[in-house]
């Protein structure tokens, strides 16, 4: 399926497989693939395919199913991998495009971009192999 976008931007290309990513679920509102800059392993991206900057401004379809949509991937990365909790994040500076991070924690303190490093393509399909088998 191919969308097209006003402003197309870098999540706007992954949807529309210009650039690559390592998906984890899609839908025909959104797309969860792992962020190359994880704050911890497992932390996956959230995006709508609706192409809208802030989170808020998504259309209310979207924003009433954004959560549902995530809830088995969140159960999916929890059982991957070894955390507390999966923390949600809004932050939205990153990209002009609404997105929702997902992110594997074991403390509050650990909850940060200042964690964020990048990993090798190779590594992200390590963890999308663990995290696809529960979902």
Do not use: W
């Not at 210009?18 to 839908?27: N, R």
């Not at 932050?91 to 609404?98: D, F, I, Q, S, Y």
């Not at 997902?102 to 990993?119: G, N, R």
Request: hydrophobic residues 45%; proline residues 5%; neutral net charge.
């Amino acid at each position: 399926m191919v969308f097209f976008f006003m402003m197309s931007t870098l999540f706007s290309k992954i949807i529309n497989q210009e650039i690559p990513s390592v998906k984890l679920l899609e839908d025909n509102y959104f797309y969860s693939f792992l962020d190359i800059r994880p704050i911890s392993t497992g932390h996956a991206l959230v995006i709508p395919k609706q192409e809208v900057d802030h989170f808020y401004e998504m259309d209310e379809l979207y924003l009433s199913k954004i959560l549902i949509f995530s809830k088995p991937l969140v159960k999916a990365i929890e059982q991957a991998i070894p955390c507390l909790r999966v923390g949600s994040l809004i932050a939205g500076l990153e990209v002009p495009h609404a997105h929702l991070h997902l992110v594997p924690i074991q403390s509050m303190q650990q909850f940060s971009f200042e964690y964020a490093k990048s990993v090798s393509t190779n590594e992200l399909k390590k963890v999308q192999k663990k995290i696809l088998q529960f979902l």
